[in-house]
């Protein structure tokens, strides 16, 4: 089965940039979506297909994905960014396809 | 807007049926999309569970697929999670959660707001 792999957790200072990584085998031929989910909240879509911002969301969060690796970047970071992040993809390598989510990254603001 | 909200029984017994139900308000289910569920243990991630489209095809994870019901009621314009033979493994968050459609069904672009559902004696 198709694996996500994130890191635990990432730690940033306000103002700083931070980077969150989602390794899978080949990520890059696949649509890589990212959410964030703070503290008894509902996960809240933050980039879809790879790099597209929904409406609402500030240009601050950005999103690539090449080779074996995505990446969620959230420039001058805000005490209010502070939460957990999931990246998710659909996987159809196989006779049965999936949706698989990362495990997830926790994101302090230092 | 487009609203979702699950509903079900808080408590479910050990080797019973967990039966939810998410109601979609602000757009008709009939029209696309495809509508999945999600669950989410204390303190852990987030695990897909399986997606239906509008016209009642469904998709469901592997590791849950013998256990797992999704259908759809266009009338009601709601759909429905049906997992047996719970253990507590099963206690979780539950959310519904619109998906978008590409190639393939893709992000879940509006969620619910999550029911918690214990599995105890």
């Known amino acids: 089965s198709y694996v996500l792999t994130q890191p635990p957790s990432v730690s940033v200072a306000p103002g700083k940039t931070a980077r969150i990584t989602c390794g899978g085998n080949?990520?890059?031929?696949?649509?890589v979506h990212w959410y964030q989910q703070k503290p008894g909240q509902a996960p809240v879509l933050v980039i879809y297909?790879?790099?597209d911002r929904p409406s609402g969301i500030p240009e601050r969060f950005s999103g690539s994905n090449s080779g074996n690796t995505a990446t969620l970047t959230i420039s001058r970071v805000e005490a209010g960014d502070e939460a957990d992040y999931y990246c998710q993809v659909w996987d159809s390598s196989s006779d049965h396809p999936r949706g698989v989510f990362g495990g997830g990254t926790k994101l302090t603001v230092l | 807007q487009v609203q979702l909200q699950e509903s079900g029984p808080g408590l479910v017994k050990p080797s019973e049926t967990l039966s939810l139900t998410c109601a979609v308000s602000?757009?008709?289910?009939?029209?696309?999309?495809?509508w999945g569920w999600i669950r989410q243990p204390p303190g852990k991630g987030l695990e897909w569970i399986g997606s239906?489209?509008?016209?009642?095809?469904?998709y469901y994870n592997p590791s849950l697929k013998s256990r797992v019901t999704i259908s759809v009621d266009t009338s009601k314009n709601q759909f429905s999670l049906k997992l047996s033979s719970v253990t507590a493994a099963d206690t979780a968050v539950y959310y519904c959660?619109?998906?978008?459609?590409?190639?393939?069904?893709?992000?879940?672009?509006?969620w619910g707001q999550g029911t918690m559902v214990t599995v105890s004696s």
């Open positions: 959660a619109r998906q978008e459609v590409g190639a393939t069904p893709d992000a879940f672009d509006i």
């Open positions: 239906i489209y509008h016209s009642g095809s469904t």
């Open positions: 297909y790879d790099s």
């Open positions: 602000g757009y008709s289910i009939s029209s696309g999309y495809y």
């Open positions: 080949n990520i890059g031929s696949k649509s």
